[in-house]
């Protein structure tokens, strides 16, 4: 298995969150661009300067190259796992990854999103834009995106 990489915030971090959930607040869904995994693999490249993303960007564009794409890694808590430690949600900090169980009607694949948590919420990018979801809604495992001394 691939070794995790060891992740360091920037220390101004909690600023660089709240300027990066401001910036894609007004984002819209787009496969390939702007959906949950780069939502959050952009978060990690801009608080860590690690793309968890670099292997697959520009890689896929469609609903059908998703499928295939998340299909390839067991979906994308799997994806999750194999790039970040894991912690209970109770642990997990600002900025961590989340992931909610959406109420998609498509492939059992699109059934979980990543997003990225803020306080009392877990936001993600949806179909319908950003999303914020009550953490007690989040499901109960969360990825560390580094040390979040506050």
């Known amino acids: 298995m691939k070794k995790k990489p060891k992740l ?13 959930l401001d910036e894609k607040r007004q ?10 995994c780069l939502f959050v693999a952009d978060w990690v490249a801009l608080v860590t300067g690690f793309d968890p ?15 295939k794409f998340l299909k390839e890694f067991g979906g994308v808590k799997n994806l999750a796992n194999g790039l970040f430690p894991s912690c209970a949600l109770h ?18 694949v699109f059934s979980t999103a990543l997003g990225i948590l803020d306080s009392r919420y ?4 949806a179909k319908e834009g950003t999303t914020y979801i009550p ?9 560390r995106v580094g040390r979040c001394k506050q």
């Open 91 to 108: 642990e997990a900090c600002d900025g961590d990854l989340v992931a909610w169980r959406t109420t998609n009607k498509e492939p059992a």
């Open 53 to 67: 993303a670099k292997p697959w960007r520009n890689k896929y564009g469609s609903i059908k190259t998703a499928f």
């Open 8 to 20: 360091t915030r920037q220390e101004n971090w909690p600023t660089l969150l709240g300027n990066y």
């Open 135 to 143: 953490r007690a809604a989040l499901q109960r495992r969360a990825w």
């Open 27 to 36: 984002s819209q869904f787009d496969y390939g661009r702007m959906d949950c």
């Open 122 to 125: 877990g936001i993600f990018m």
